[in-house]
């Protein structure tokens, strides 16, 4: 069965960086884009952006261009997103979800359990 | 970049009501609609997608509708368990935008 593992709560002070991992089980890893969703404490769901796994092309939200980075390690079939400058707004739970198609034109039907990221000083 | 406006943002219905929730795209999107459920504290769940397709293991009393602009989530007997904030999202291209999310909750 397809399952995402993604890793534990993490608390960064502003300024820092994070980086939360996804490992991917019950299919194959390369066939499938990941895309990376975040949702604010109350808030709603924010597309962040998608990485294909077989070539390593990603695609970023433009609120998050030039502090994510979406990259992915095809040995042991897990993708990562790492935010850089962290701020207080990136208070979140940040979930990576498999996209349904290999096409990268699906919706997401596989979700990880999500990863509490805290920024405080 | 395309909108997508969902209301009610909350809506409050009894058990065996008909409920229906409407999302609106900002320009056309073919069928490229997809519903997530989401209870309090838990992950998202894939609903229905291609605007219209139950997703495995959903219940019938779920159903969707639209194509281009407008879009409907209908739930044709609401039941406790159905509590929980409901999102559309557009996914023929990125960004893969959101909807602001309908919060259901029982009379």
């Known amino acids: 069965q397809v399952q995402l593992v993604q890793s534990g709560a993490e ?4 300024g820092a960086s994070v ?7 019950g299919y194959t890893f390369t066939g499938y884009y990941m895309h990376w969703v975040r949702q604010a404490p109350g808030q709603g769901l924010e597309w962040m952006g998608r990485i294909n796994p077989n070539s390593g092309g990603t695609n970023y939200a433009q609120k998050f261009q030039g502090r994510v980075t979406m990259t992915r390690d095809t040995s042991i ?4 997103m790492e935010l850089s400058r ?3 707004d990136d208070t979140a739970v940040y979930y990576c979800a498999r996209d349904r198609y290999s096409s990268g034109r699906g919706p997401d039907d596989y979700w990880g359990q999500g990863t509490l990221v805290t920024v405080s000083s | 970049d395309i909108q997508m406006t969902q209301s009610p943002s909350s ?3 009894s058990v065996g009501d008909r409920v229906t929730i409407t999302c609106r795209a900002s320009q056309g999107i073919s069928n490229y609609l997809a519903w997530y459920q989401q209870k309090p504290g838990k992950v998202p769940k894939l609903l229905i997608y ?7 293991g959903v219940p019938s009393r779920f159903s969707g509708s639209g194509s281009g602009t407008d879009f409907t989530l209908t739930i044709s007997s609401l039941q406790p368990e159905d509590v929980a904030t409901y999102y559309c999202q ?13 919060k259901l909750e029982i009379k």
């Open chain 2, 11 to 13: 809506l409050s219905a």
């Open chain 1, 86 to 88: 962290l701020r207080s």
């Open chain 2, 90 to 102: 557009k996914y023929n291209s990125a960004p893969r935008t959101f909807g602001q999310g309908t």
């Open chain 1, 19 to 25: 980086k939360v991992s996804c490992k991917a089980s």
């Open chain 1, 77 to 80: 079939s897990t993708a990562y």
């Open chain 1, 11 to 14: 608390v960064k002070k502003p």
């Open chain 2, 50 to 56: 291609a605007a219209s397709t139950l997703q495995s």
